[in-house]
């Protein structure tokens, strides 16, 4: 778990906000999860369970912000004068039901 004393390390100078690995692809800044099921392959059931029809609804979204409050791209290069920066993952309508 990162926070403003335990931030996320990005490898170079140079870095941007893409280079951190998520659940929401670099590509887009929002998801469905009914997308990452069935284009992105995240989906695990122990048992074997295939979702359900219909069975997965809602969203995942994230966004960036530099210390003021201002909004980022994440391929903006990152200025140490306006860390830290803020990573905000959320979700809306969420629902994932399985066959059984």
Not at 34 to 52: H, I, K, M, Q
Not at 84 to 93: A, D, E, F, I, M
């Amino acid at each position: 778990t990162s926070s403003a004393t335990n931030p996320i390390s990005l490898p170079y100078v140079g870095s941007n906000l893409s280079h951190i690995e998520m659940i929401v692809p670099s590509s887009t800044n929002s998801v469905s999860l009914s997308d990452l099921v069935t284009r992105y392959n995240y989906w695990r059931d122990d048992d074997g369970d295939e979702p359900a029809v219909n069975g997965i609804s809602g969203d995942i979204s994230v966004s960036f912000t530099d210390k003021d409050g201002n909004t980022v791209s994440r391929n903006d290069v990152l200025d140490k004068c306006k860390a830290p920066y803020r990573v905000t993952l959320s979700s809306t309508g969420g629902y994932l039901q399985t066959q059984y």
